[in-house]
């Protein structure tokens, strides 16, 4: 999702479990267990009935998931789906999870060149340098990785949630550089240093349950009327002078946030209305990262001579860091993810790539081998995760995906 840096997010949590899990999570909850699997009488584990357990029930697929609950963390799979080659599938789990976790790579490798010109004009007493730095973009960059943040460490998708974390801290370098050279607001800083801190702890704690519930349930509301009010105002913005300046899309959606994040802590929603604002936070700052693709591309339109300007290689790494998370958010049936990743590896990524191809920006050989790459890439994603479920066709993963079980 493109990405946190630059560019690549609830409700009641579920827990979950299965087969690779077992080694990061040594502590069993009964709950996850069947009674057999305990001695009589005792709250002691029975090793030859787990043994039976685990290899009848703990290495059943993760389950489809549909659109509007993909921010339930891993939900068990309701039926009883037994593989039978589990070594592959969980050998495919474990290089999801890599493949997700190497996003840091590229991910870091765009955001650094900015850091480091930052420091150089910094440490020259070019000021004037870094006014051309958005400090309020930067800024909705970063609400969208603490959305994304709070996401993935809900679901306990650790790698994910590292990749976010990277994009949180290395955003908050820019921002700080911008406030030192006085090129955003203290006042604004301040606040942003205040929420950034925030963030984290409360997501540290939350990924290791170690937090309070009510502190999480407020720090998500927080997020969720955050996300919704930057959305539509950023998606407004795009298009101006040729529409009016103004703060009215943003002012209506705060409103809006308010009025639902409200109902639904009096019970005035259905259960469907407040799973529905318990996942608005992912959605937004999804949304957030589809858009600026969305507005490079007017840029491109308006001004295509600003197409010079673009860099190749970075348009690769963002390519590759998106791409990079596919994988994992096709694996686990996460929609929202799976929507965001693809949407920044095509449209903002190599959508640019093309940009740069017909503009004569870059060679045919570097524009035919990243073509080849991705599509290479997005058909062996596809191919393997429909070998591992055993499926006989990758049109029943795709529904699984959008439509869910």
């Known amino acids: 999702m493109a990405d946190s840096l630059s560019l690549p997010i609830a409700p009641i949590a579920a827990n979950y479990d299965h087969s690779s899990l077992l080694s990061r999570n040594s502590a069993f909850s009964s709950r996850l267990l069947p009674s057999k699997c305990f001695s009589s009488g005792k709250n002691k584990l029975n090793l030859s009935s787990l043994g039976q357990y685990s290899f009848h029930s703990l290495h059943h697929r993760v389950a489809p998931i549909r659109a509007l609950d993909s921010d339930v963390p891993h939900p068990l799979h309701k039926g009883s789906v037994d593989f039978k080659s589990k070594k592959s599938y969980e050998q495919w789990d474990s290089l999801t999870s890599t493949f997700s976790g190497a996003a840091n790579i590229p991910f870091l490798l765009l955001q650094l060149p900015q850091i480091i010109l930052n420091a150089r004009n910094l440490l020259a007493g070019n000021k004037t340098a870094l006014l051309a730095v958005p400090w309020l973009g930067m800024l909705t960059g970063l609400l969208g990785n603490l959305s994304l943040l709070s996401y993935f460490a809900k679901k306990k998708e650790k790698e994910a949630a590292v990749v976010q974390t990277l994009g949180v801290v290395s955003t908050y370098v820019v921002i700080s550089q911008l406030a030192m050279a006085e090129a955003m607001p203290l006042p604004h800083f301040m606040a942003t240093s205040v929420v950034v801190g925030s963030g984290l702890i409360l997501n540290l704690l939350n990924y290791y349950n170690i937090l309070n519930r009510r502190i999480w349930q407020i720090w998500e509301d927080f997020i969720t009327v955050g996300g919704l009010s930057v959305l539509p105002q950023i998606m407004w913005s795009t298009f101006v002078p040729y529409i009016p300046n103004s703060i009215l899309p943003g002012a209506v959606a705060f409103i809006l946030a308010v009025a639902a994040v409200t109902m639904a802590h009096t019970g005035k929603l259905s259960e469907k209305g407040v799973k529905f604002v318990g996942a608005i936070s992912g959605w937004t700052a999804t949304l957030l990262f589809m858009w600026m693709p969305v507005s490079q591309m007017w840029t491109n339109f308006l001004n295509p001579d ?48 093309v940009c740069l191809y017909i503009f004569n920006s870059i060679g045919r050989e570097f524009f035919i081998a990243a073509t080849v790459g991705l599509i290479s890439w997005l058909g062996i994603t596809l191919w393997r995760d429909t070998v591992v479920h055993e499926y006989e066709s990758p049109v029943r993963t795709l529904k699984e995906l959008v439509f869910g079980s």
Do not use: E
């Open 306 to 353: 600003n197409i010079k300007g673009l860099s190749a290689i970075s348009m690769l790494l963002a390519m590759t860091g998106n791409g990079l998370m596919i994988p994992r958010a096709l694996f686990i049936r996460d929609f929202m993810w799976f929507t965001g990743s693809t949407w920044g590896t095509v449209s903002y990524g190599y959508a640019n790539i």
